[in-house]
């Protein structure tokens, strides 16, 4: 329902949502999913902002956070809203705002969250403009749009910054891997350690596709392909001196892999376990080996209270760092509100590179 043209806080009208509405098995499906309309509220409360959704984020680690969900639930998830009407200072009428409102196309919201829930907040200036895309499909990014709030210059930039930089602080010349490195943080670490600190960088993809993708544009000095190559033994061929840092996406036994092939005080920073989210087998820690070489193995999560309030320097550094040519980024959109559940899935189908819908 497109309501931006008349009143936004009609009263009693009602806005879509998806809902679940089967338990997920496995991959999910779109018999999974269901749109509903929920009335809203007639009168904003004092604090409160209604917000209209204009892109959507879609990421595997969503359905680990929806399995923990009550069947009914509207489906979690971030967005990029514009504020319509407020009575909260801190969210002005016109204002891009950053958050985790789920798959709704309308909110009222307080800008209050949860522990473990991604901060509510005002996109910086430099995003906080009219720029929207158009296209279904976007490779090269050569301006910026409102939806990098959900990608590079959000929670997947964070992520990849705050894993790469604060738990792992690579040197140059260290020797760092990136499983996924073709994902949403993935494609952002591999950079951060290319392009910023100087170091030797082997990503492993899903793909020679995605591998060779990986090199040409973001620079990566080697590609290994977890379908047709043993990570194991292919490391110990294109690294030779050893794994310094590695930057998890997936766990299982890739990283299992990965550890084998580490150096004695070598670092992890655990970022995600795609390999587990639609049920596939939980790989057996390899505990001798992180004691014999003594590596740090750190999980973070940039959505927690360690992190979820330290979000806007790395915002800014990584807006720098892609004004200075040295960060590129890649988005595929889907336009409309109809098409989330079918993005979602084309994640575990496809393996793509960082999502939003339109």
Not at 43 to 55: H, I, R, T
Not at 143 to 152: I, T
Not at 158 to 187: C, I, R
Request: net charge positive; proline share 3%; aromatic share 10%.
């Amino acid at each position: 329902m497109d309501l931006a043209s008349c009143c936004p806080l009609m009263r009693g009208w009602q806005a879509r949502v998806w809902v679940i509405k089967k338990r997920f098995e496995g991959v999910p499906k779109l018999s999974d999913f269901e749109i509903k309309t929920e009335t809203m509220a007639s009168e904003l409360k004092e604090g409160e902002f209604l917000a209209e959704a204009l892109y959507f984020s879609v990421d595997p680690s969503m359905k680990a956070t929806a399995d923990k969900l009550k069947v009914g639930s509207v489906m979690p998830g971030l967005q990029v809203a514009k504020v319509h009407e407020s009575k909260n200072k801190d969210f002005p009428v016109g204002v891009y705002i950053h958050g985790y409102f789920g798959w709704r196309e309308w909110t009222i919201n307080n800008g209050k969250t949860k522990d473990n829930q991604a901060l509510t907040y005002v996109l910086p200036s430099f995003l906080n403009s009219e720029n929207r895309r158009d296209d279904t499909e976007s490779l090269n990014v050569n301006h910026l749009c409102v939806s990098h709030g959900l990608g590079m210059l959000g929670i997947s930039g964070v992520a990849a910054y705050v894993g790469m930089l604060e738990v792992l602080k690579p040197k140059p010349n260290d020797v760092v891997v990136v499983s996924s490195a073709a994902g949403a943080v993935g494609h952002i670490a591999v950079q951060i350690a290319k392009k910023v600190v100087g170091c030797k960088v082997i990503g492993i993809t899903s793909g020679k596709k995605k591998g060779s993708w990986c090199q040409h544009y973001l620079g990566m000095d080697y590609h290994i392909n977890y379908m047709t190559q043993d990570v194991k033994s292919e490391l110990s061929v294109v690294a030779p001196e050893g794994v310094d840092c590695y930057f998890d996406n997936v766990g299982g036994d890739i990283s299992n892999a990965v550890i084998a092939n580490m150096n004695q005080y070598g670092k992890v920073a655990m970022c995600g376990l795609t390999s587990e989210y639609c049920g596939g087998k939980r790989a057996t820690i390899n505990q001798w080996q992180i004691l014999k070489e003594q590596l740090l193995v750190e999980g973070f999560c940039v959505s927690g209270l360690r992190w979820k309030h330290k979000w806007m320097k790395p915002i800014e550094d990584l807006h720098k760092w892609w004004a200075k040519g040295k960060l590129w980024t890649s988005e595929s959109v889907l336009l409309g509100f109809s098409r989330c559940p079918e993005a979602f899935i084309k994640l575990f189908e496809q393996g793509q590179c960082p999502s939003a819908i339109q």
